[in-house]
């Protein structure tokens, strides 16, 4: 069955310091990766995506994010964090064509001056 | 474009209520989705159509209806509302030749 996993609830990080929210999926097909955003009381934004190719892919907002088939990982990454970035992260994994996204439960990123 | 509209924000029920929750998309989308967001639960999948007047079961059905007459709406129907649907609602939708879904605000359902 497919899953995805984020390990952490909660991170916590100083504006300026660097970022990397963990994913783990659990697909028998090739996936389709989705890194995806909510900020508090709005819906999901897409970050960005995986499909195929570069394995690094870069998203907006300056966030970049490494498919790891090796280790079933989709992590993601930004090298310096704006206080504009706290909000909750939400891996998502999906199959070509498919219609179903399967989510993890959510990472929530704090960040502190 | 509007994108993704969804009505109403906010909405507190008493048990055995129902209610409609409405989904409105300007982007000619094929697809749409209904998912429920619960905290620490991430987001589960209700129902989903791949077009008008086809619609399909996601992961937690049980308690919802949908129907799909046109390719902008896809209301969502709470026949007997119970506390455990308490929860946010997502609408989301998405073109036949993408993989990328755009989602809506969010409905907050509060069933008391």
């Known amino acids: 069955a497919q899953s995805v996993t984020q390990p952490d609830i909660h991170i916590t990080v100083s504006e300026g310091a660097s970022l990397e929210l963990r994913c783990n999926y659990s697909?028998?097909?090739?996936?389709?990766l989705f890194w995806y955003v909510q900020s508090p009381g709005q819906g999901l934004q897409l970050l960005l995506k995986?499909?195929?190719?570069?394995?690094l892919v870069q998203g907006i907002k300056g966030f970049e994010a490494e498919f790891k088939r090796s280790q079933s990982s989709f992590n993601l990454r930004k090298p310096s964090v704006h206080w504009s970035d706290a909000a909750e992260y939400f891996c998502?994994?999906?199959?070509?064509?498919?219609?179903?996204?399967?989510f993890g439960a959510g990472t929530i990123l704090r960040v502190k001056s | 474009n509007a994108g993704v509209t969804q009505t109403p924000k906010f909405r507190i029920l008493k048990i055995g209520q129902s209610m409609t929750l409405q989904c409105t998309q300007d982007?000619?989308?094929?697809?749409m989705y209904w998912y429920r967001q619960d905290p620490g639960m991430g987001l589960k999948l209700i129902y989903y159509?791949?077009?008008?007047?086809?619609?399909d079961k996601g992961e937690v059905p049980n308690g919802y209806n949908v129907s799909r007459s046109t390719t902008e709406d896809f209301p969502l129907r709470l026949e007997l509302a119970a506390p455990s649907q308490t929860s946010v609602y997502f609408c989301?939708?998405?073109?036949?030749?993408?993989?990328?879904?755009?989602f809506g605000p969010g409905t907050r359902l509060t069933v008391l």
């Open positions: 982007m000619n989308h094929n697809y």
């Open positions: 159509s791949v077009g008008a007047g086809i619609t």
């Open positions: 998502a994994v999906g199959a070509l064509g498919g219609n179903k996204l399967v």
């Open positions: 697909y028998g097909a090739t996936p389709y």
């Open positions: 989301a939708s998405r073109h036949r030749g993408t993989d990328t879904q755009y």
């Open positions: 995986y499909f195929s190719g570069d394995t």
